[in-house]
């Protein structure tokens, strides 16, 4: 009886270490994430990678900007990259599909193939909506 | 432009530039069709080695489905070190990944991603070699009109760009079909296929359309072991191997001389069929056993009986194979017939052929393999196995366990028998409550061969083979024979059946 009491106190003790360093986890997601958003004052960060002028890249150009603009004032850091200026980046990044804008922050990450001419599915992949 | 043949890109892999008369369409795009598991990596890979140690043709392999420490992990494993190519810069290993969960459609895109990557892998290494393994991770959350149109720009773009590239694909459900990406938009396709058929599995490989090329029309089984793939090879129906008139010794002095006094023609093929027990294996042992005291190497493949059980037994009757096996002048092969399939048995066996380059091949028993798949199929695998075994002026006998009653409709027997060159049958006959077995010869092409049947008998010192005494009743049995050959011999009138003078087994 006694070894089973002791080996019950044990699990016990062994679930409660388990559950603190979960939670202490889980507050440094929540420390690093809320890091990011002061370093960048809570901005968007996104990335749209281009080919060139190609038609498709050159409107996506267009419709991000606006749309940036219409919900996302002074709350975005956009960038734009050229493959063709930075054939690199294709790598590091896995990019395949182009144009293609990355939101890399807040998460999740999503990548937005296209022109971006549907603003309703932009704004989904946004978390707007 | 009479003899225009089609630039080829070799591949190296044994059997497959024999299908394809001489490999893949050179500058242009190869679709590699296939199941999971079917071999596709491994294929494509191949190529690209290939490639690099026999052509000196830098490669790119853009990697969708694997990550590249993994997929050089399993190369190791097949004895595909590429450390060394890519430290030379002679293969460039790229991942592409895609993650269909992160991915949103929000308008019109193209894949100019890819193709810069593509062409940014190609310019680092100089690439002659591409392969795409493999593209239906792309499929998975891209629109397909899109993709269609990409993909014709891609194979385009590749020949464009003078690279002989292999696109590998799944083919669940007629993949590219379903997806609205017809397989004639590639110049070649070639479809892998791993089949399980009465429980053994089998790869296979089909060239499906190779434009501008003749091609094999045929399934071709292929194997991948630690030396890569080996497709069969194929051996023209155009070749014929020039006979010989040399001859070779049965083993059994009465046998050859039953075989016009000189024994089988080199390079033939032999069947000796009959019931269990008439003596197939003796007689094939006997024949191993001459082959190889005339110091000829010989391939004793055995489907029934364990080597270790072979030599003991025919140590009994006066053959002596341990030493042989010992000074490496036989050689056996033993498996099981379940094991593999028909083909991958051959396929097998030909390469120990290859290594040992044997003068006489021995299967035991040939009937036992003929389980394992449909009957129309062995005909014709057997059929270019002797072919390939005359090719190398290689004597083979087969020997086929037949059930009683059953000689003239046993079909596979039938099907054998009408094959080969020189065809025995063992029988059991009774006479007088007393069991012998007996000998003859069913054919024998080019030579002058007698019609006896002959008593077949084995005893510590061997085979020999004994003219069965008759009277005017039928055939007389032992004890009577030699009552009778004492007859034959002080009274040669009464010598009905008889017509040369009997062979006393004393004399023997």
């Not at chain 1, 999740?108 to 989904?124: A, F, H, N, Q, Y």
């Not at chain 2, 069969?232 to 059994?252: C, D, H, L, N, V």
């Not at chain 2, 000189?262 to 006997?286: D, M, N, R, W």
Request: charged share 25%; glycine share 6%.
């Amino acid at each position: 009886m006694r070894i089973q009491n002791k080996i019950t106190i044990l699990s016990a003790i062994l679930f409660e270490k388990k559950l603190i360093t979960m939670s202490k986890k889980i507050a440094d997601n929540i420390k690093v994430n809320t890091q990011a958003l002061k370093d960048n004052g809570g901005k968007y960060i996104l990335c749209l990678f281009v080919s060139g002028n190609l038609p498709n890249s050159a409107s996506a150009i267009v419709n991000i900007k606006a749309i940036c603009e219409k919900y996302l004032k002074d709350r975005y850091e956009l960038e734009i990259i050229d493959i063709y200026q930075q054939p690199d980046l294709a790598i590091t990044e896995q990019i395949v599909v182009l144009p293609v804008l990355i939101k890399k922050f807040p998460m999740p990450k999503v990548r937005m193939l296209g022109d971006l001419s549907r603003t309703e599915e932009v704004l989904k992949g946004l978390g707007l909506v | 432009m009479k003899n225009f043949t089609l630039p080829k890109s070799p591949t190296g892999i044994q059997g497959l530039d024999e299908v394809t008369n001489g490999g893949i369409p050179k500058n242009r795009s190869t679709l590699l069709l296939g199941n999971t598991g079917s071999g596709k990596t491994i294929l494509a890979m191949e190529f690209l080695v290939n490639g690099i140690v026999l052509f000196d043709e830098p490669a790119v392999f853009m990697a969708f489905e694997e990550k590249k420490e993994n997929l050089l992990m399993n190369l190791k494993s097949l004895t595909y070190n590429l450390d060394t190519h890519i430290e030379n810069n002679k293969i460039y290993i790229e991942e592409v990944l895609i993650n269909p969960d992160e991915m949103l459609e929000t308008g019109i895109y193209d894949l100019e991603g890819l193709f810069v990557r593509l062409e940014q892998a190609i310019n680092k290494v100089m690439a002659k070699r591409v392969v795409l393994d493999s593209v239906d991770k792309l499929f998975y959350g891209l629109d397909n009109k899109i993709l269609r149109s990409e993909f014709l720009r891609l194979l385009s773009w590749l020949n464009k760009m003078k690279v002989s590239s292999i696109i590998s694909s799944e083919i669940g459900d007629h993949f590219l079909t379903h997806r609205g990406i017809e397989e004639y938009v590639a110049d070649c396709v070639i479809l892998l296929d791993n089949r399980v058929t009465n429980q053994i599995a089998t790869r296979r490989l089909r060239i499906i359309k190779y434009r501008g090329s003749i091609h094999g029309n045929n399934e071709y089984p292929f194997t991948i072991d630690e030396k890569g793939i080996s497709v069969y090879p194929i051996i023209s129906e155009a070749f014929q191997p020039e006979p010989t008139s040399k001859r070779i010794s049965s083993g059994i002095e009465d046998l050859d001389e039953m075989l016009g006094k000189k024994g089988f023609y080199e390079g033939s093929s032999i069947l000796i069929s009959g019931t269990a027990g008439t003596g197939k294996t003796s007689t094939a042992a006997s024949f191993a056993y001459s082959v190889c005291k005339a110091n000829k190497r010989c391939l004793f493949c055995a489907f029934e009986e364990a080597p270790k059980q072979i030599i003991r037994n025919m140590g009994s009757i006066g053959f002596h194979l341990n030493q042989l096996v010992k000074s490496g002048i036989l050689t056996f092969y033993y498996s099981r017939p379940s094991l593999q399939n028909l083909e991958l048995h051959f396929l097998a066996i030909k390469k120990i052929i290859n290594e040992i380059k044997p003068t006489v091949v021995i299967l035991d028993p040939i009937t036992n393999l003929m389980t394992e798949g449909p009957n129309s199929d062995i005909r014709s695998m057997l059929t270019r196995f002797i072919d390939f075994l005359k090719t190398q002026h290689i004597t083979v006998m087969f020997t086929a366990a037949i059930t009683v009653g059953s000689i003239e409709r046993n079909p596979s027997d039938e099907g054998i028998s009408s094959m080969v060159d020189t065809w025995m049958m063992v029988q059991d006959i009774e006479i007088n409550a007393e069991r012998s077995r007996s000998l003859c010869v069913m054919k024998s092409r080019g030579m002058v061969h007698s019609t006896d049947v002959r008593k077949f008998k084995i005893s510590t010192k061997g085979i020999t083979l004994l003219r069965i005494a008759a009277n005017n009743k039928g055939p007389l049995a032992d004890s009577k024979r030699k009552a009778k050959e004492h007859d034959n011999l002080s009274t040669s009138k009464e010598s009905i059946w008889v017509k040369e003078s009997p062979v006393n087994e004393n004399t023997k």
